[in-house]
């Protein structure tokens, strides 16, 4: 009988997703996949960025000789549809996140354990076991006198320990023992995600169970809609609510939280971490952040579904839902009573239009953006404007350009060079007076300088700290002409 129980019940867990996803015909490549997308990160991804990640982790595959017909949307409703993946649309969130479900989080520890087995018993397991057992002991016993005897005995052990501290002898682990008992407390650590995982998967399983029991319950006032009337949170005074907000509380001490990080630093600057794999030393000193995320990603789970089931009830919404199911029930109820008067394939004289409806996430849904419509409004930069001969003796007759200080520049410069050109002029001399200044240069050059059939882009900066550009001719002063610039 024994055996016949166990082989129901591994029956039973065989049609789970986590027994499923091992005895799947490409578990290796499948696994493969789902390590390479979420292990690594550890942590939800947007749908587009799963689709482009695993896009380019099947194109590998294939190129390997993997055989991967389908496309990664085909994948991806397959993994939700067997229960490796959840989608969830957190609020704000401009798309759905994916991430593992807690099966399949167990199915992937249990393949790493068995890729890096551990060979030996360590000490530090065992030292955990006789740990907790001896404080389990300790803290069920009911007797004053052995709880004092206890205490006593930790408090001679402590004294001990501080003379010894005090005399100068410190004793500290061996590397190899330290480096042992860090990647227990990593492995352990690590657990924790799946944990964090069937604890919101629980209160989902807890918020349908109840909303079914309001919908199914034919009373008027049942249990359940009692307690929700009189302000009870249910799902938070459940066993799964009351075990996660005691770990929540602890998670959230703010001394209990100085603890943790402090000793992660400590601990991560011990030598014998160095000897620790680069992603041990990221995730130990990611543990804190880690935790608080997973735990807050719970935490606003079942505050999430504790106000909703409470808007379910006050809105009345329950009444419609037990209404349809209500009609639902009945016509069931009927078909099976016409079952053995009405043959399935009987002609019964009636046509009933069979209506349908594409069903498709709100994810999917994109709205409208005025801003794809826009009529491009950009503009183009303007070519240089082009000053020529006739056009600067017409502003210089209308203009006061101060031709004595241009003509100091032109000196200047030709005191040490043969030659220049407007451009390298007012490279080293700034237009001052802005395009009066240009406007200048040009006037001297038709009269001084030597005139080419060339052209030449100058810049200045106007009053308005505005950049400007113009074509001018390209026109040279030669020291040869020096005294012509002299007043």
């Keep these: 009988m024994k055996a016949l129980r166990g082989a129901a019940a591994l029956r039973n867990l065989r049609e789970q997703p986590l027994w499923k996803l091992l005895a799947a015909t490409k578990a290796p490549v499948v696994i493969a996949l789902l390590q390479s997308l979420f292990m ?3 942590k ?19 190129s390997a000789g993997e055989d991967l017909p389908q496309a990664p949307q085909a994948y991806v409703a397959e993994w939700l549809n067997q229960g490796w993946l959840t989608r969830r649309f957190p609020t704000g969130a401009p798309e759905e996140e994916y991430e593992l479900s807690a099966e399949a989080l167990t199915a992937l520890r249990f393949v790493t354990s068995l890729l890096k087995p551990r060979t ?16 389990l002991a300790e803290e069920t016993n009911t007797s004053p006198e052995a709880r004092l005897a206890a205490l006593r005995a930790e408090r001679d052990r402590i004294d001990r320990a501080i003379e010894e501290v005090e005399r100068g002898s410190v004793k500290t682990l061996a590397p190899d023992r330290a ?23 629980e209160f989902d399983r807890l918020n349908r169970g109840l909303r079914q029991s309001l919908i199914e319950n034919e ?40 603890t943790l990080r402090e000793s992660l630093d400590e601990v991560t600057g011990r030598p014998f971490a160095r000897q ?52 639902l029930k009945e016509a069931t109820q009927a078909a099976l009573s ?46 240089p404007s082009e000053l020529d001969l006739d056009a600067v003796s017409e502003l210089v007759r209308q203009s006061e350009i101060d031709f004595r200080t241009l003509k100091a520049h032109l000196r200047a410069i030709l005191e040490r060079q043969s030659q220049v050109t407007i451009g390298q002029v007012l490279t080293e001399f700034p237009a001052e007076q802005g395009l009066g200044s240009v406007v ?11 005139v080419t059939d060339g052209s030449e882009i100058v810049s200045w900066t106007g009053d308005d700290a505005t950049q400007r550009r113009a074509k001018v001719p390209t026109i040279y002063f030669m020291r040869e002409r020096y005294l012509e610039l002299v007043d």
């Design 40 to 42: 690594e990160a550890d």
């Design 219 to 258: 009373g008027s006032r049942g249990e359940v809609l009692e307690q929700l009337f009189a302000g009870v949170d249910l799902i938070g005074e459940s066993d799964a609510g009351r075990t996660f907000n005691a770990f929540w509380r602890l998670l959230t001490d703010s001394e209990q939280a100085a």
């Design 338 to 383: 016409a079952k053995d008067m009405v043959r399935p394939n009987e002609q019964v004289g009636f046509e009933l239009m069979q209506s349908s409806s594409r069903i498709r996430s709100v994810s999917q849904w994109a709205l409208y953006d005025p801003a794809q419509r826009v009529t491009d409004s950009s503009m183009l930069a303007a070519e």
């Design 179 to 201: 480096l042992e008992r860090a990647r227990e407390v990593i492995a352990l650590a690590q657990e924790l995600a799946a944990d964090f995982r069937s604890v919101r998967d």
């Design 120 to 135: 030996t018993a360590t000490e530090s397991r065992l030292s955990v076991v006789i740990h907790q057992l001896s404080r």
């Design 440 to 450: 200048g240069y040009v006037a001297l050059g038709a009269k001084h300088g030597e």
């Design 276 to 327: 620790l794999e680069s992603h041990e030393r990221k995730f130990l000193l990611g543990l804190t952040g880690a935790l608080l995320n997973e735990g807050r990603g719970v935490h606003d789970v079942l505050q999430h579904f504790a106000r909703s089931l409470k808007s379910f009830v006050q809105s009345r919404e329950f009444l419609e839902h037990r209404r349809l199911h209500s009609l």
């Design 44 to 62: 939800a991804l947007p749908g587009s960025v799963l689709l482009e990640c695993l896009a380019r982790d099947v194109d590998a595959l294939r």
